[in-house]
């Protein structure tokens, strides 16, 4: 059986990247500034973000921003206006934002900047395998970043709410998920505070 959009051999054709979307709507209330802007050796984590999705392959590549008026080069900005609801709300106007006939689309947090290029790649490679649902995994648990095939934008968005993003739909779908094993060369460490920050500029991660 051939999967939906996929050629004959039941592979995703590669010259249908997915789009990257970076969710970095946050006001960074345990911070105390919006996190995008954070620097981490001079580069902004909103950059970080949209440069990890565009070194993976992703194009185009989307940044949903709130608290924060942010102007990123080679992203597209989606304000999304109701931010304050939680990430739910980000996740719902990113993928509204997609351009039509998008196949799919990975999903990353601006505030994890210890996940990598390679590890998105990972998940990019499976979508071209024919996985509807790649999700990046560290130590056998389900993290960030997740790639949604098309078909399942809707699900997901209607979904998403308050601080959850994908992982009401992902629970509630378990069978169509593909973990991809991505320990080797990201790590999903979230920067929620000055600590967090300090703590992986001391152990020269980053």
């Given at each position: 059986?051939?999967?939906?959009?996929?050629?004959?051999?039941?592979?995703?054709?590669?010259?249908?990247?997915?789009?990257?979307?970076?969710?970095?709507?946050?006001?960074g209330r345990?911070?105390?500034?919006?996190?995008?802007?954070?620097?981490?050796?001079?580069?902004?984590?909103?950059?970080?973000?949209?440069?990890?999705?565009?070194?993976?392959?992703?194009?185009?590549?989307?940044?949903?921003?709130?608290?924060?008026?942010?102007?990123?080069?080679?992203?597209?900005?989606?304000?999304?206006?109701?931010?304050?609801?939680?990430?739910?709300?980000?996740?719902?106007?990113?993928?509204?934002?997609?351009?039509?006939?998008?196949?799919?689309?990975?999903?990353?947090?601006?505030?994890?900047?210890?996940?990598?290029?390679?590890?998105?790649?990972?998940?990019?490679?499976?979508?071209?395998?024919?996985?509807?649902?790649?999700?990046?995994?560290?130590?056998?648990?389900?993290?960030?970043?997740?790639?949604?095939?098309?078909?399942?934008?809707?699900?997901?968005?209607d979904a998403?709410?308050?601080?959850?993003?994908?992982?009401?739909?992902?629970?509630?779908?378990?069978?169509?998920?593909?973990?991809?094993?991505?320990?080797?060369?990201?790590?999903?460490?979230?920067?929620?505070?000055?600590?967090?920050?300090?703590?992986?500029?001391?152990?020269?991660?980053?």
């Amino acid at each position: 059986m051939t999967l939906h959009g996929a050629n004959s051999r039941g592979v995703f054709p590669k010259d249908e990247p997915p789009a990257g979307l970076l969710l970095a709507a946050g006001e960074g209330r345990r911070f105390g500034r919006p996190k995008a802007l954070l620097e981490l050796r001079g580069e902004r984590l909103v950059d970080r973000g949209v440069r990890t999705l565009r070194d993976a392959g992703c194009s185009p590549v989307l940044v949903v921003t709130g608290a924060a008026q942010v102007e990123v080069i080679g992203a597209v900005v989606v304000p999304n206006p109701r931010w304050r609801e939680g990430m739910g709300s980000s996740l719902r106007a990113g993928l509204a934002a997609l351009p039509p006939g998008c196949p799919a689309a990975a999903v990353a947090l601006v505030d994890q900047p210890l996940v990598t290029a390679a590890a998105v790649a990972r998940l990019v490679g499976a979508y071209e395998a024919g996985a509807g649902i790649a999700v990046a995994t560290y130590g056998g648990a389900w993290r960030n970043p997740v790639l949604l095939r098309a078909e399942h934008f809707a699900g997901a968005s209607d979904a998403a709410s308050g601080d959850r993003g994908a992982r009401g739909y992902l629970r509630a779908h378990p069978d169509l998920v593909t973990p991809v094993p991505c320990d080797d060369v990201a790590a999903p460490d979230d920067i929620d505070t000055p600590e967090d920050l300090a703590a992986l500029l001391d152990a020269g991660l980053g």
